[in-house]
């Protein structure tokens, strides 16, 4: 072999080597920044907030019994009539009630006979609801609807329509909530990382939980708590 044969070969040889090396480096780098996206840790953070219920929602239903027809319509209107005058004298608009239409019951048509037949054949039901954002007034005026019973007016407990306090306004609050969760999510990854000797670092992936809202207590339904657990993995670093 001559002297340019054998200094080509060593070139060559210097050039795989080094890609090699090279080539060795790099996938060496790449499983260490796999390893490295590997560590983090995955937390839950909490956050509530109690607010006041900005809707109220207060359906009156009132009913009449009797045998004939037209003058139970006739005073099922003017029951009607006595509630919204109630209404509208607490201070409420005409733009805030609204009626539904009568339900006629024929106690008749049910199959009772004989002396299973009830003295009246009929009953007659309606609903006036009030639907306010004056929560505080609404609630004031519950406490006064004995004021109809005294009037003669029949005020039934439907179980189907129920008075209901909302909250509408979660938009508003749901940044500062979520910003408020991941901050608790945080402290509870920082938490975990001390005890593994390990620093958090930036958030990996984040998932928003659902938010519920409920009642604060079975006495105050027109307060409500609002909550959203978000879950967040967070990169750990090496200390």
Do not use: C
């Amino acid at each position: 072999m001559n002297q340019n044969s054998f200094s080509g070969a060593l070139a060559l040889g210097l050039l795989i080597g080094l890609g090699v090396a090279l080539a060795g480096f790099f996938v060496g780098q790449a499983l260490y920044e796999v390893k490295a996206s590997e560590r983090f840790v995955t937390v839950k953070g909490l956050a509530e907030r109690e607010v006041p219920a900005d809707l109220a929602i207060w359906p009156l239903t009132f009913n009449q019994t009797g045998n004939k027809l037209p003058a139970l319509y006739g005073r099922l209107e003017a029951d009607r009539e006595r509630i919204k005058a109630f209404l509208l004298g607490l201070g409420f608009s005409a733009e805030e009630l609204s009626a539904s239409p009568p339900r006629v019951t024929d106690y008749y048509a049910q199959g009772y006979t004989g002396s299973r037949l009830p003295p009246n054949r009929y009953k007659v039901e309606a609903s006036v609801t009030l639907t306010t954002s004056k929560v505080a007034a609404a609630k004031a005026a519950m406490g006064k609807s004995g004021d109809l019973v005294k009037q003669g007016i029949v005020l039934a407990h439907d179980y189907s329509s129920q008075t209901a306090f909302l909250f509408t306004a979660l938009n508003k609050i749901k940044p500062a909530m979520i910003a408020a969760a991941t901050k608790n999510a945080r402290a509870a990854a920082e938490q975990f990382a001390r005890d593994s000797g390990s620093v958090v670092g930036t958030i990996r992936r984040a998932r928003q939980g659902l938010f519920t809202i409920r009642n604060r207590d079975v006495n105050t339904p027109d307060k409500k708590i609002v909550r959203v657990v978000s879950t967040v993995d967070f990169f750990l670093d090496a200390n």
